[in-house]
C-alpha cells in the first residue's frame, strides 16, 4: 500500500493550491481519507477528511476555505486549498482509513499514510 502526495509549494497569502494524493495498492474509493498537516514543533493537525458515503468534515480553521474530493477513476483524493495565509505552512500528509469517528478524525483512525508535501505560505 502506498499513497502517494503531491502538489505542494510556495504561494502567496491569498493564493490556492491543489494536493494530490494519489493510492496504490488499495481503492480509495472503499476507504475514508483524510488530510493532516504539521508545521515545525506542533502536533499533527487536523485538517479535512472524507468518508466513504462522501460526506466531508474539516477543522474549523480552514472550513470554507479547503475542500476534500476524490477522483475514483484516478485513484485520487484531492485538497483544494484556497485564501492560503501564512497560519496554513505545514507539511500535508494524506491518510486513508476504515474507521469513521462519529465526533472528529484523529490519526489513530487511518493506518496508511503518505509521505507528506510541503505548502509554504508567504505574507
Known amino acids: 500500500v502506498q499513497l502517494q502526495a503531491s502538489g505542494g509549494g510556495l504561494v502567496q497569502a491569498g493564493g490556492s493550491l491543489r494536493l494530490a494524493c494519489a493510492a496504490s495498492?488499495?481503492?480509495?474509493?472503499?476507504?475514508?481519507v483524510g488530510w493532516f498537516r504539521q508545521a515545525p514543533g506542533k502536533e499533527r493537525e487536523f485538517v479535512g477528511a472524507l468518508r466513504v458515503t462522501n460526506m466531508a468534515r474539516y477543522s474549523d480553521s480552514v472550513k470554507g476555505r479547503f475542500t476534500v474530493s476524490r477522483d475514483n477513476a484516478k485513484n485520487t483524493v484531492y485538497l483544494q486549498m484556497n485564501s492560503l495565509t501564512p497560519e496554513d505552512t505545514a507539511m500535508y500528509l494524506c491518510a486513508a482509513g476504515q474507521r469513521w469517528n462519529v465526533a472528529y478524525s484523529t490519526p489513530s483512525d487511518f493506518p496508511y499514510w503518505g509521505q507528506g508535501t510541503q505548502v509554504t505560505v508567504s505574507s
Open positions: 495498492g488499495l481503492t480509495l474509493r472503499t476507504y475514508n
